[in-house]
Each structure stands twice: as structure tokens, then as C-alpha cells.
């Protein structure tokens, strides 16, 4: 093979892997940033959301090498999240917040500051199963879930488009008990402990339609539950 050719494809990956790793320019801030950054020229305040990794767009790095990601499309991001080594920081343009009503666009699934988050229900069909578990009724009774995290999932609603939610959004708990399959909606009780294997006694009700069980675990919501 030619050496000036080998030579020009190893100096294209060397530029690519120096401009893919180049400080962000426009960003003033990290992840361990005191309570707010400026991006280009604006802006963001330190807060608490999730998001979806599909929504999350890489901009850059910061000057302490973290990565730096808009969550949407938008050219004047509202929001920033800054993954670093050994934190992750959240923040939302100067003026703005995170939706916490509206039409319901986006379900994210056990989300985590620091996760992958890729549990996502975004499909119409989707979205009208969940609101349609969100509406069930039936006897409240105690369960004990063996492991609060593997046995079940809680989700958290995005609204209007957002692709952000926050604990406020809270959309309930899906779990698999003793055969049964079982929703604990907002409000009912929920003790983790986690000094015994994050065992859990949930308040709940038994999901016993079979049409919206099926249409259930066609979803995310019901993704890498043991059962």
C-alpha cells in the first residue's frame, strides 16, 4: 500500500480524534461548576432532571475535559448536561424549567442522572397503555417486592416536548409479585430498605386485564424486570 496514502488516513483520524476530544468553545463551567454555567453568553442553573440518551446531542468537551450534551435540537439549548469523570451536572437556561403538566409526550423509564436511560415509551400507541395503566382501579393491597430495582420499574412523564422530566413527574411503579403483575400509583406507599437487599413494601393493585397486560410488556416498562 502507498505509505503517502497510509499517511494521509492516519493524519485524518489524528485531526478527527483532536477535534472530537477540543474544549467547547462558548462555555464558561463544568459539572462541579458552583450552582450555574454560561453558554455562549447565557446563563444555566444548576438543577435536577433526566432525560433520555436519544435526545442528548454532543456539543463538545468542558475545559476539564467532561463531556457536554444539549438535550433536544435546538441551536439555544435549554437545557445542558455535563458528564464528567465522577459527576454529572444538570442545567436549564435562565428563565425556564422543567414541564410538569401538559400533554404527556414521552414516558422515561427508571431514569438516572448518571445512567444510560435508554427505556424509553414514546409511541402513541405506547403512551395510550400507559395512560390507560395510569387510570386502573382495584383493592390497594400491601406487596413485599424481594428487590425494589430488579422487580420492578418506576417511570416519569415528559411533557410538551420537553425531553426532560424530574421527580415530580412521577408516573408510578410497574412490578412483578408473586405471579402478578402490579401498579403503584402516586401517593400510594413505598418503603425501600436498603440495608436488606432494597427490599420493598409497595402499596398497589393488581393489573388483571389481560389486553393491557399483553400491550404492557410489548413496552419498555416492563424491560429487564425479573419475572
Not at 485524518?12 to 463544568?30: D, H, R, W
Not at 421527580?167 to 400509583?185: E, F, L, P, R
Not at 413505598?190 to 397486560?213: C, F, G, H, M, Y
Amino acid at each position: 500500500m502507498n505509505k503517502r496514502f497510509i499517511l494521509s488516513v492516519f493524519t485524518f483520524i489524528l485531526l478527527f480524534c483532536l477535534s472530537s476530544c477540543s474544549k467547547l468553545t462558548g462555555l464558561k463551567g463544568n459539572e462541579d461548576s458552583d450552582g450555574w454555567i454560561t453558554y455562549n453568553g447565557v446563563k444555566y442553573i444548576g438543577s435536577g432532571f433526566f432525560c433520555a440518551a436519544e435526545d442528548k446531542k454532543y456539543l463538545g468537551r468542558a475545559e476539564n475535559g467532561a463531556r457536554v450534551y444539549a438535550v433536544g435540537n435546538r441551536n439555544d439549548p435549554v437545557y445542558i448536561v455535563i458528564d464528567g469523570s465522577d459527576n454529572t451536572g444538570c442545567y436549564i437556561k435562565e428563565g425556564f424549567s422543567v414541564p410538569t403538566s401538559g400533554t404527556v409526550t414521552k414516558v422515561l423509564v427508571d431514569p438516572y442522572v448518571r445512567g444510560s436511560n435508554k427505556k424509553v415509551v414514546s409511541k402513541q400507541e405506547e403512551l395510550n397503555i400507559v395512560a390507560e395503566l395510569a387510570a386502573i382501579e382495584g383493592e390497594v393491597q400491601e406487596f413485599t417486592v424481594e428487590n425494589y430495582y430488579t422487580e420492578g420499574n418506576a417511570f416519569y412523564y415528559v411533557y410538551d416536548g420537553s425531553n426532560v422530566s424530574t421527580n415530580q413527574n412521577y408516573g408510578g411503579y410497574i412490578a412483578y409479585v408473586n405471579g402478578c403483575w402490579i401498579y403503584s400509583a402516586p401517593g400510594m406507599k413505598i418503603q425501600i430498605d436498603q440495608r436488606v437487599s432494597n427490599t420493598a413494601v409497595v402499596e398497589a393493585v393488581i393489573i388483571k386485564d389481560p389486553e393491557l397486560l399483553t400491550g404492557i410488556c410489548k413496552t419498555d416498562l416492563v424491560k429487564w424486570i425479573k419475572r
